[in-house]
């Protein structure tokens, strides 16, 4: 089925189930709203359901692998070799996502979406080999987008009917914090200099690089804000457009989608701009320490709860949400109710 038609099938999240969630957080002993956001992200997660039974035992990452062939201009201190060195890390599953997620009880699931080389162990998608450079013209073609949207799409699916609970996302690819700029850029209607930031530690010397070919992709490709399809095409990535279809397949098939940091965040808006009943189905995790991070998520009306400087990637971020989730839910389901201590609710005051 093309995305097209898929975007039909998404609808608003349960409204009456949220509502029925925070009766029910509101019944718990303890004063109202005290778990701060804990308690929207439960609810949130309810109307996804469609229920007051929340399940989250069964939690799953994927991080979507590309290669950018905009790093040819300097705007990285690496190459694509440390994008395949990652990925075999990946596979070994001691990458810093993998050791999280174990500690989590969380699977991670990496995706070849376009790297420039091969490597055994992770799941086969790959569209090309690393995306042209964008500073002479289209990263990719609009039909190439659009099949690496249809695979995270896919990806959702598949990890829906295997029982997952929850997904979070995440990437690995030298220069994607680049591209996701450049999204960025154009979706906020911002100045380059405003959202690029120095990645995983680019000079200032590089940081300077990095605008100028941001500014030049800008100019050759004039990508149309109104169309996020055409934006990926001529200046995203390959892994940027899989977490689209990761976000847009939460919505289609009612499963909760962890946003990571500003990568993972700039195909939240994408997929947003697509549908806007996506916001629904994702939950914010941490704030990154990318420039562009705050502004994306003001953008989609979503505040992180976990404020912790990070910049790693791989979905590090997101994975943080899991064991916070875990504690809220523990007392959500298992906490005493003012009516077994026999004391008076509370009551919301005006």
Do not use: W
């Not at 940081?207 to 149309?224: F, G, M, S, T, Y």
């Not at 705050?294 to 709860?305: A, K, R, V, Y």
């Amino acid at each position: 089925m093309s995305y097209e038609k898929n975007l039909k099938e998404i609808r608003p999240s349960d409204q009456a189930a949220y509502e029925a969630c925070r009766n029910k957080l509101n019944q718990i002993a303890k004063p109202l709203g005290s778990l701060g956001s804990l308690e929207t992200l439960l609810e949130k997660i309810g109307a996804i359901a469609g229920s007051t039974k929340i399940n989250l035992r069964k939690k799953g990452v994927l991080v979507f692998c590309a290669d950018n062939g905009v790093i040819v201009h300097g705007v990285s201190q690496s190459d694509s070799s440390v994008t395949t060195a990652i990925a075999h890390n990946l596979a070994a599953g001691t990458a810093s996502v993998c050791v999280m997620a174990k500690a989590c009880g969380a699977d991670v699931f990496p995706i070849d979406m376009g790297m420039k080389d091969t490597v055994a162990g992770l799941m086969d998608c790959k569209l090309m080999q690393g995306t042209k450079d964008m500073v002479t013209g289209p990263a990719m073609s609009r039909d190439t987008a659009i099949a690496a949207i249809e695979t995270g799409i896919a990806l959702v699916k598949e990890k829906k009917e295997q029982g997952y609970g929850i997904l979070a996302t995440g990437e690995a690819g030298i220069g994607n914090t680049t591209t996701s700029s450049a999204v960025a850029a154009v979706l906020l209607g911002r100045p380059v200099d405003q959202v690029c930031g120095r990645g995983a530690g680019l000079s200032s010397e590089g940081l300077v690089r990095k605008c100028e070919a941001i500014q030049n992709a800008l100019k050759v490709n004039q990508p149309d804000a109104c169309d996020p399809v055409d934006v990926l095409a001529k200046v995203g990535g390959l892994d940027i457009a899989g977490m689209v279809g990761a976000f847009l397949g939460g919505a289609i098939y009612g499963i909760p989608v962890v946003m990571d940091g500003v990568i993972s965040a700039t195909a939240a808006l994408c997929a947003v701009r697509l549908h806007a009943h996506v916001k629904d189905y994702i939950l914010p995790s941490h704030m990154s320490a990318e420039p562009a991070g705050q502004m994306l998520c003001d953008e989609l009306g979503l505040e992180p709860i976990v404020h912790a400087g990070m910049h790693l990637g791989e979905g590090t971020g997101a994975v943080l949400l899991f064991p916070i989730l875990d504690v809220a839910l523990a007392v959500y389901e298992y906490a005493a109710t003012f009516e077994e201590i026999a004391v008076e609710a509370y009551v919301a005051q005006k």
